[in-house]
């Protein structure tokens, strides 16, 4: 299974940016996606995640009502809206699969840099 994710840039602070990511490969049955981030000198972490079969979305607090994340089942593509960004978003954003409900993540994208200038 091969995730790629796209859209991250450069933006201003207040700005919004979409990433996407896309799933493929061998057949699989997904059980959901995420959005994980890693700022410089800092561990990864959760942004957001949603179930596939019903759309039940989770996020972290520092996100919760500006970033909004969905999917489009038909394309095993999950989303990223991010909306009133700040220069603490900075950071490697990465989408991630999980097959099974067990919290673990099995399938990983390569990242893409999101800078948010002040």
């Known amino acids: 299974v091969q995730l790629q994710a796209f859209g991250g840039g450069l933006v201003q602070a207040g700005g919004s940016l979409r990433l996407s990511c896309g799933a493929s490969?061998?057949?699989?049955?997904?059980?959901?996606m995420g959005w994980f981030r890693q700022a410089p000198g800092k561990e990864r972490e959760v942004v957001a995640t949603?179930?596939?079969?019903?759309?039940?979305?989770y996020y972290a607090d520092s996100v919760k009502g500006r970033f909004t994340i969905s999917r489009d089942i038909a394309k095993n593509t999950e989303y990223l809206q991010m909306d009133s960004l700040k220069p603490v978003d900075t950071a490697v954003y990465y989408c991630?699969?999980?097959?099974?409900?067990?919290?673990?993540?099995?399938?990983w994208g390569q990242g893409t840099l999101v800078t948010v200038s002040s």
């Open positions: 490969g061998r057949t699989f049955t997904t059980y959901g």
């Open positions: 949603i179930r596939w079969i019903d759309g039940r979305t």
């Open positions: 991630a699969l999980s097959v099974l409900a067990t919290g673990r993540y099995d399938f």
